[in-house]
């Protein structure tokens, strides 16, 4: 009896080591806006993947493939870097899904992106929700500061919410 409550023991310490020991969760996020303008305006500021002028850390767009399936379009940032994308799916309907496929964790603190931008209309306004889902920018344990879950979740927030932001006072000005 006492050598099966020392295994167990030791099977419970184990399990607790390795439940520790385990590397990053999945994060998700998602940011909003309601703008003044209906779907149709806002789409066609945002809804050409070749086109991520957009988003404000965004200088310059290429890519291949426009708005079908497997198109890439690689954005060089205003501050320096880039940030490779391809394009998963894509509905006239007004949505797209795309994931990252190569940034410097220095310009993006994420790794595996994959995020996804709606509009739903309502009359003369329109919602935009910028959803995405990623892991930190560091893959171990112990990750440093500017690499763990809470850097990367701030960062994509930040963008999202200035870029929507952004996208809600250019619209609504008329642009």
């Not at 295994?7 to 998700?28: D, E, F």
């Not at 979740?153 to 250019?170: F, W």
């Amino acid at each position: 009896m006492k050598i099966q409550l020392l295994a167990a023991a030791a099977v419970l310490l184990g399990l607790a080591s390795a439940v520790q020991a385990h590397g990053p969760t999945r994060q998700k996020t998602q940011q909003e806006v309601e703008i003044n303008a209906p779907a149709d305006k806002v789409w066609k500021a945002i809804g050409n993947f070749q086109d991520a002028s957009w988003i404000p850390v965004v200088e310059k767009t290429e890519g291949q493939g426009g708005n079908e399936k497997g198109a890439t379009r690689k954005l060089t940032l205003k501050g320096g870097g880039t940030v490779e994308e391809v394009l998963d799916t894509y509905d006239e309907g007004k949505t797209f899904h795309y994931r990252i496929t190569n940034v410097d964790v220095k310009v993006l603190p994420v790794t595996n992106y994959s995020s996804k931008v709606t509009l739903t209309p309502d009359g003369d306004k329109t919602k935009v929700v910028w959803w995405g889902a990623f892991y930190r920018g560091y893959p171990n344990n112990d990750p440093p500061a500017d690499l763990n879950d809470e850097a990367a979740v701030k960062a994509v927030n930040g963008l999202y919410r200035t870029t929507l932001d952004a996208l809600k006072e250019k619209l609504e000005k008329g642009s």
